[in-house]
């Protein structure tokens, strides 16, 4: 029962470089998100999902892509990484009780 | 935007004193949660209030909710070293996504 598992927890990538970063939760979350966190700030939403097949922009969402092609998944993909998208990647899913989130992805683009 | 902002942003205190730690936002919302986060960790719940609901206790927690005010407060009554970490409020604002917005967070520091 590991609850919201993030791979990989850490990457570095040059400049117009992509990379996928997965999210997997074993608990049946309907809906599910990615935040990004920078230094010093609290979380900004990216992308989130409502249900298997099903995905809608968040706050912050240019320059990243999401699926949802299983319910217990959700992958979010940089088409070619900028420094600006150096952060920490965090996803949640959620019961109406709260969120449980992963332990993050610390991503750094050089 | 950030809907929630944290006040103070940062809090030291000495184990065994209480931290309050202040939450305001600005839209109506459903209701309020209160996050921690540990140094290089993600956040984890600590506990949500309903906009119809004014206290709610968890153990060391007691949370406050004035909606007329647009404001929350967290109390971590007997503080201890290990209480060490980042608190955020976060408001779901009844959205049909159960849509988070969370506050910059307080930086609290207990000193044993």
């Known amino acids: 029962n590991a609850g919201v598992t993030q791979t990989p927890k850490f990457r570095v990538l040059k400049t117009g470089q992509s990379m996928t970063l997965l999210c997997a939760q074993d608990?049946?979350?309907?809906?599910m998100y990615w935040y990004r966190q920078d230094p010093g700030m609290g979380l900004r939403l990216i992308h989130y999902s409502v249900g298997e097949g099903t995905t809608a922009k968040g706050e912050v969402p240019d320059g990243y892509n999401v699926s949802r092609l299983k319910k217990q998944n959700f992958l979010l993909g940089l088409e070619s990484a900028a420094p600006s998208q150096t952060s920490v990647y965090f996803c949640?899913?959620?019961?109406?009780?709260?969120?449980?989130f992963g332990s993050g992805t610390r991503l750094t683009v050089v | 935007s950030q809907q929630g902002e944290e006040d103070p942003q940062a809090l030291s205190i000495q184990e065994g004193e209480n931290a309050t730690m202040n939450c305001s936002y600005k839209t109506s919302i459903n209701n309020l949660q209160w996050y921690r986060q540990n140094s290089g960790r993600g956040l984890v719940h600590l506990i949500l209030i309903r906009s119809n609901e004014r206290e709610k206790h968890s153990g060391r927690l007691r949370v406050t909710l004035d909606t007329s005010k647009k404001s929350s407060s967290l109390l971590i009554t007997a503080s201890r070293a290990a209480d060490t970490a980042s608190y955020f409020c976060?408001?779901?604002?009844?959205?049909?996504?159960?849509?988070?917005?969370f506050g910059g967070g307080t930086r609290l520091m207990v000193k044993p």
């Open positions: 949640a899913s959620t019961t109406p009780g709260g969120y449980t």
């Open positions: 608990m049946n979350h309907e809906y």
């Open positions: 976060a408001t779901d604002a009844n959205n049909a996504g159960n849509m988070l917005t």
